[in-house]
Every structure is written in structure tokens, then in C-alpha cells.
């Protein structure tokens, strides 16, 4: 089945440093991926599309400065969070759906624990 | 506003048993919806897929019906065991929005030896 490999797994740095969070399609070509992020115990919380070769789209209330995303070729796309402070601590996971249309089941990585000191 | 609504409170049942988890909507009109299992630490892994002109999808023991005039969902696990144990999640999508879903808040279920 599809697979997507988000890395790194977990991160813990200093606050004030931007953190980069890596999601790939390894077996098939993904034009839209979505970031996510998930408190504990809560569900999971759209952040931004992200489109191959164009900006990516932000759901309301997402500084796109503070979190930047890059898709660069059909199987990549970075979430990069700038100047992380502890408030940015959090679970963040990408996904990506197949082509040919939509109502397609969405294909996960196992998510980023960020932790900011 | 949109709303999807999953029961916050975890359900406990015995091995054996099934499970029944509902999925609730309001201000919504989904063209499909979704069914995900999601593990402590780990991303949400696709588990059934139906359409709004579906009633009824079946995968091995599991079954998801979809009521639109309720605006409702369940999610039937049967013969449960303990590996079932995890968390469940329902997400929407509309046929304009590309593959964008909306997830609701998701059950954990407990099931026992």
C-alpha cells in the first residue's frame, strides 16, 4: 500500500531555534499533501495544504511566516517552524492522498513530536 | 458552524463483543466519509471509505453505515479483541474540496480480555 515517511520522529531544541519537518510519498506521486498538528488527546487539526510547484494554502488562524511549507517535487514537502517557542510544542503529522480525484483515503507518516524547552 | 461530533469519552467493552462507535455532523453536506484507527504516538491509518449513496461498506469485521438524513455514522467492530484498542476517528470530505478532510475529535476504545 501507499506509504509516507515523515522524519524526524521527535525533536526537542531550544526556543528561538526553526525546527524542519520532512514528509515524502515513497511510492507514489503526491501533488497535495496536508499538515496537520494534534494536541493530546484531541483531534487533528488542519494546518495547510500544501500543493506541488505553487504557494500552499493556510486554514485560518496559521501564520504562514511561522510555519513554512515548501513542495518542491511530487514526492516532498517540508513544514518548517521558524523561531519555535514552546507554545509550537506539539504533534505534527503530513499526509498525503493518491491522484485521480477526490474521496480518496489519505495516507499518513507516524507524525513529529516537537518539544520546545 | 460545521461540527462533527465522536464520543470524547472512551468506550470500554469486552473481548468478543462489539463495538460501536458514532460519528455525528451538523452544517455539514459530506460526499463521503472516512473511518481511521490511530495508535498512542502514531499517524491515523485509513480503514474504510463510503460514499452518501452508500448505506452500508463491510470490511472483514468491520462495518460502517452512513444515514444522511440522520447526518450519522457508526462504526462496528464485531468479535472484538484487544488489539482492536486504539483510537477511532471519522473525517468528511465534499467532492469540491480535493481530498480534504474535516477529522472529528475520535474514540478511544478499550477492549478487555
Known amino acids: ?117 | 458552524s460545521q461540527k462533527i461530533e465522536q464520543n470524547s469519552e472512551a468506550l470500554n467493552i469486552q473481548e468478543g463483543k462489539t463495538a460501536t462507535l458514532t460519528c455525528n455532523y451538523t452544517n455539514y453536506s459530506p460526499a463521503y466519509l472516512q473511518w481511521y484507527r490511530q495508535d498512542p504516538g502514531r499517524g491515523p491509518v485509513f480503514l474504510l471509505l463510503i460514499r452518501e449513496n452508500e448505506k452500508e461498506k463491510r470490511k472483514e469485521r468491520l462495518k460502517v453505515t452512513f444515514d444522511t438524513t440522520l447526518k450519522q455514522s457508526l462504526f462496528h467492530i464485531t468479535a472484538s479483541q484487544p488489539a482492536d484498542s486504539a483510537t477511532y476517528l471519522c473525517a468528511l470530505g465534499t467532492n469540491n474540496a480535493g481530498n480534504m478532510l474535516t477529522f472529528g475529535g475520535g474514540t478511544r476504545l478499550m477492549v478487555k480480555p
Open chain 1, 1 to 117: 500500500g501507499a506509504v509516507v515517511s515523515q522524519h524526524p520522529s521527535r525533536v526537542i531544541c531550544k526556543s528561538g531555534t526553526s525546527v524542519k519537518i520532512e514528509c515524502r510519498s515513497l511510492d507514489f506521486q503526491a501533488t497535495t499533501m496536508f499538515w496537520y498538528r494534534q494536541f493530546p488527546k484531541q483531534s487533528l487539526m488542519l494546518m495547510a495544504t500544501s500543493n506541488e510547484g505553487s504557494k500552499a494554502t493556510y486554514e485560518q488562524g496559521v501564520e504562514k511566516d511561522k510555519f513554512l511549507i515548501n513542495h518542491a517535487s511530487l514526492t516532498l514537502s517540508t513544514l518548517t517552524v521558524t523561531s519555535a517557542h514552546p507554545e509550537d510544542s506539539s504533534f505534527y503529522i503530513c499526509s498525503a492522498g493518491q491522484p485521480h480525484g477526490s474521496n480518496q483515503p489519505q495516507h499518513f507518516g507516524d507524525g513529529t513530536r516537537l518539544s520546545i524547552l
